[in-house]
């Protein structure tokens, strides 16, 4: 049986957050269609500090922020620096300890398992495509929108336009090895306004940066509240 994803995915931040070891052997994902695709870019991007297009991602987040599959924590890092309460969520033992490292707050969780302070919080990031997780882009707005308060943010990355909507499987390869198959959603920013209408939020805003496309999605508030 194959090594589970979970354990490829940890190896890989492993290698990536090691500036000391030697070049490791390229990491790479492939779908189920067989086209594959280099996470090297990606790996140095999660591992590394926030950048520019990071920073103005997340100054569009109000009140407290849950950073759903936080992984190696940059974001997450990069808000407890601005003194914002931010808590990140990852289910990899290894992503939590860089995470830590870091300087972010996170605890191993699912997002669909309960969480402190549910409908209470003010934002809900899906960076780095986390809204693929699962490959149910709706159920997983649904949760997102669920745990912040009423009148709060869902802020999420996406891919680019043509993109629609795409639910495949994925694995992880290096040099032969294989990891598991496990679900995964693509979602284009010309299609997240439908999902998030299907999951009970409203899209706010859409925009490109750096090449990087995202949204802000609101969950409704209470009517005659405030």
Avoid: K
């Avoid at 992503?95 to 870091?102: E, P, T, V």
């Avoid at 999951?199 to 990087?212: H, I, T």
């Amino acid at each position: 049986m194959p090594p589970a994803a979970t354990d490829f995915y940890a190896a890989a931040l492993q290698s990536a957050a090691t500036a000391d070891a030697p070049a490791p052997e390229p990491w790479s994902v492939r779908d189920a269609g067989g086209r594959s695709y280099s996470l090297a870019g990606a790996l140095e991007r999660w591992t590394g500090d926030a950048d520019e297009v990071d920073r103005r991602f997340l100054a569009r987040a109000r009140g407290t922020v849950l950073d759903v599959g936080c992984g190696p924590g940059r974001l997450a890092a990069e808000l407890a620096r601005r003194g914002v309460h931010a808590l990140g969520l990852d289910i990899s033992p290894t992503a939590l300890r860089l995470a830590r490292r870091s300087g972010a707050t996170a605890i191993r969780r699912s997002v669909f398992e309960p969480v402190v302070a549910e409908g209470l919080w003010g934002t809900t990031l899906l960076a780095d495509g986390n809204i693929g997780i699962g490959g149910d882009p709706a159920a997983l707005l649904r949760r997102c929108g669920a745990i912040v308060a009423p009148g709060g943010l869902v802020l999420v990355e996406t891919e680019g336009p043509g993109t629609g909507v795409r639910t495949t499987r994925l694995r992880l390869e290096r040099a032969g090895e294989v990891s598991s198959w496990f679900d995964w959603a693509h979602v284009g920013c010309d299609a997240v306004g439908r999902i998030a209408a299907a999951a009970g939020l409203r899209l706010a805003d859409s925009w490109e940066d750096g090449g990087r496309w995202f949204a802000a999605l609101r969950r409704p508030p209470v009517p005659g509240a405030g």
